[in-house]
């Protein structure tokens, strides 16, 4: 299995990106995806996780800011990222995860894709 992040970048407070995950080697047809960022000097943070039954949760401090979908026919996580914050920047890893919640034991990594917001 391989997971291929893109659509990180560079973007002022209040902007809006859209990160985009694709695996690869994936053949179960149930299964769970998130995200995760780590900021310098900070612990790892779930932020998102999608089920494939069509389920999503967020963490409370991206909630109602950030959507998180699942194309299941492509295998590609997607995260709408809007009204961003300087404390949104950091490296955002997308997973396969075990346990389907944000933040929750992950099979897979991705290699992350960076997000910097400006104030």
């Known amino acids: 299995v391989q997971l291929a992040e893109f659509g990180g970048g560079s973007v002022q407070a209040g902007g809006t990106l859209r990160l985009s995950c694709v695996a690869s080697?994936?053949?179960?047809?149930?299964?769970?995806m998130g995200w995760v960022r780590q900021a310098p000097g900070k612990e790892r943070e779930g932020v998102a996780a999608a089920d494939s039954d069509g389920s999503t949760m967020y963490a409370d401090s991206v909630k109602g800011r950030f959507t998180i979908s699942l194309d299941n026919a492509k295998y590609t996580l997607y995260l709408v990222m809007s009204s961003l914050k300087p404390e949104d920047t950091a490296m955002y890893y997308c997973?396969?995860?075990?346990?389907?919640?944000?933040?929750?034991?992950?099979?897979?990594w991705g290699q992350g894709t960076q997000v910097t917001v400006s104030s």
């Open positions: 997973a396969i995860l075990r346990d389907c919640r944000p933040g929750g034991a992950a099979s897979y």
């Open positions: 080697g994936v053949t179960y047809k149930s299964y769970c």
